[in-house]
């Protein structure tokens, strides 16, 4: 006997047997791909001018990367800070006015290390380099250079896709045949897919 409208079709097959839910293999959570912005802090450690800053400053800077392996990406990314404040007088109004000389580092290309770790809390290391290009507070041009870092960071995931982040950055700059050291402490925010 067969129920009405099903034309003699043979029933379905018994179902395959259970599985254990440990055995079913996962994906990541976490995208391949990411962008972040970035605030820092930065100054001087040593080194000679007009590589080294002479002044403290909040800067900001931006990065984009993709991860080739699970603990491993590589990027580039871009950061500018003040670098130096020249005081120029000015006779008509009797003061002093500053004027800021900047730092561009263009870092061509990155490399990440995240720890072998799983969860919400994510510490990694890096290396990279570029270019740097120092704009003088005195108007004397331009200047080109290299620059080099290594950092230390951690990035909390607070959703699927976003990312808060603390970073610690040694960076070493070099312009018109000087060195400077310098560092950069900051908070970044990710998108990743």
């Known amino acids: 006997m067969f129920a009405v409208g099903s034309g003699g079709i043979a029933p379905l097959p018994e179902p395959p047997p259970a599985?254990?839910?440990?055995?079913?293999?996962?994906?990541?959570?976490?995208?391949?791909?990411?962008?972040?912005g970035r605030l820092?802090?930065?100054?001087?450690?040593?080194?000679?001018?007009?590589?080294?800053?002479t002044a403290v400053a909040i800067g900001g800077g931006a990065e984009?990367?993709?991860?080739?392996?699970p603990w491993v990406g590589i990027g580039m990314g871009f950061s500018r800070q003040?670098?130096?404040?020249?005081?120029?007088y000015n006779p008509i109004i009797d003061t002093s006015e500053p004027t800021r000389g900047h730092l561009s580092a263009w870092d061509l290309a990155f490399v990440r290390f995240w720890a072998p770790v799983r969860g919400r809390v994510e510490p990694y290391l890096g290396l990279g380099g570029g270019v740097a290009f120092y704009d003088p507070a005195r108007p004397s041009g331009i200047r080109g250079g290299w620059t080099a870092y290594t950092q230390v960071?951690?990035?909390?995931?607070?959703?699927?896709v976003v990312t808060l982040g603390l970073s610690g950055q040694y960076r070493a700059t070099s312009v018109d045949q000087s060195l400077g050291h310098g560092w950069q402490s900051g908070l970044d925010f990710g998108l990743h897919w």
């Open 19 to 36: 599985v254990p839910a440990s055995s079913i293999e996962q994906g990541t959570w976490r995208g391949d791909g990411w962008v972040k």
């Open 64 to 69: 984009a990367g993709w991860r080739i392996r």
């Open 40 to 53: 820092h802090v930065a100054g001087a450690i040593g080194g000679e001018r007009p590589a080294r800053a």
């Open 153 to 160: 960071g951690v990035d909390f995931w607070i959703g699927r």
């Open 82 to 88: 003040v670098h130096e404040v020249f005081s120029v």
